[in-house]
């Protein structure tokens, strides 16, 4: 199996001798609309009480009105990164201590982190293999008397299948949050990912197709909702008195607020969303074109009217049939020159915050406290397909953080067919 000489691994010559070129999503019109609020000398205007200024500075409610257009919602409230956003999120929807929030093990870690800020529950799903994305059938068996609502990730880019989602969460009296950070600028059955959920939105954060440095974007058509956002984001708890707000279930504030200068730049970076979301969509086409037909390699799959934004691009090997192991392909691509390859999440509820159970504190809060009505298991085992993806059969390669042309694509090409040349031999 590993005698071809040919193979870099064996000290035959490189598939990809240039590095591939990195993603840059800046352009002249982000440094000029960043210039001009610093020679403003406006950089926030925000004010952490009840007045005119509680809304933030004129880039962050310009750049607000833009992504309410854009993504066709009532209301859109920035924040500073999408950690921030989907902790909002949690608090916004009215979770309590010891409430069951469902999501998936294979996401990125603040996905299940922003449940545990409020001292709730995350409860971990499996997920379909042909999206990655939560599996409707183990989201119905991991629902309790204690559970109030599902994260529901789009990960690597195509949404998660929401309308099965919402139907669940509507017959059980349920509230959905959707992460659909790395899937902006993606359609499901016509309308525009992240947008079904009650609340959700997206990352601005550096790794993700648009992006203002640090940043996010929450999005929902519920004003209550809204309303309770830009209070979490604000310091709550000294605005609600002016404010007059009644409901003070987690009126406990941050600093959640975005610069205005992410805000310009934001606002640049929205109008090229659709157009970086489809060079990726190129790039992904002509690879799938590429690689189709190697055996035991199971290339992406799309579900039927959904678009996907290829944040990631994911694949899976069927190691029986190749006899070899995921370790062995990753070594001989990366002997030939190809960057960018990944083995997938290390499942959420393998990280010793969980396999411990210890988050505030030393004694086990909030698991141990008297608000937690049952003894949650993040036990190897409770998500099948998503640990055995990560251990042994996931590959995938980091589609938004290059910026291939089709000479890159077919070198990548050229690299999987040389080595599965090798294979079997
Ligand atoms: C990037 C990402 C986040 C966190 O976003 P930040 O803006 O980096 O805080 C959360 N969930 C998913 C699925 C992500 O990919």
């Not at 290339?299 to 049939?321: F, K, N, Q, V, W």
Request: glycine share 12%; charged share 20%; proline share 4%.
């Amino acid at each position: 199996m590993t005698t071809n000489p040919k193979l870099a691994i064996n000290g035959g010559p490189k598939t990809v001798e240039v590095p591939f070129k990195r993603y840059n999503a800046m352009g002249s019109e982000e440094v000029e609309a960043a210039a001009a609020v610093v020679r403003s000398g406006v950089l926030s205007q925000f004010i952490g009480c009840w007045d005119a200024d509680f809304y933030g500075g004129p880039k962050v409610q310009e750049f607000e009105r833009a992504c309410e257009r854009h993504f066709g919602v009532k209301h859109a409230v920035t924040v500073n990164s999408w950690t921030s956003g989907l902790v909002a999120a949690v608090g916004a929807i009215g979770i309590e201590p010891g409430d069951e929030v469902i999501v998936t093990p294979w996401t990125m870690s603040a996905s299940a982190t922003a449940i545990l800020h409020w001292n709730a529950i995350p409860v971990f799903a499996d997920i379909e293999p042909e999206t990655f994305n939560i599996d409707p059938e183990s989201l119905l068996k991991n629902i309790t008397p204690q559970t109030r609502a599902i994260l529901a990730v789009d990960i690597f880019g195509q949404s998660c299948d929401i309308d099965r989602i919402m139907d669940i969460a509507e017959s059980r009296g349920l509230k959905v949050i959707g992460d659909t950070a790395q899937a902006p600028g993606t359609f499901h059955n016509g309308r525009v990912t992240g947008t079904m959920a009650h609340v959700g939105g997206y990352s601005l954060n550096y790794h993700k197709h648009i992006h203002t440095g640090e940043g996010g974007i929450l999005v929902t058509n519920d004003g209550e909702i809204a309303e309770r956002l830009q209070l979490i984001r604000n310091h709550a708890e000294a605005v609600v008195g002016g404010k007059g707000v009644e409901n003070l279930c987690n009126m406990v504030g941050h600093n959640f607020r975005m610069g205005e200068i992410e805000a310009a730049i934001g606002v640049e970076q929205l109008k090229k969303l659709s157009r970086l979301v489809e060079t990726r969509q190129k790039a992904a086409e002509r690879l799938t074109g590429g690689l189709c037909g190697l055996p035991g390699l199971r290339l992406p799959i799309i579900r039927e009217g959904c678009t996907h934004a290829y944040y990631m691009y994911p694949m899976i090997l069927d190691l029986e049939l190749l006899g070899t192991t995921r370790a062995w392909i990753l070594s001989a691509l990366e002997a030939e020159g190809v960057q960018g390859l990944a083995a997938g999440y290390t499942n959420i509820h393998q990280l010793p915050i969980y396999q411990k159970k210890i988050a505030y504190g030393r004694g086990g809060f909030p698991w141990t406290a008297e608000f937690c009505k049952r003894d949650v298991s993040y036990a190897k085992g409770i998500c099948p397909v998503a640990e055995d993806l990560h251990e042994r059969t996931y590959l995938g390669f980091e589609m938004c953080m290059h910026d291939l042309s089709g000479d890159e694509v077919d070198l990548l090409v050229a690299a999987f067919r040389k080595v599965w040349g090798a294979l079997g031999k």
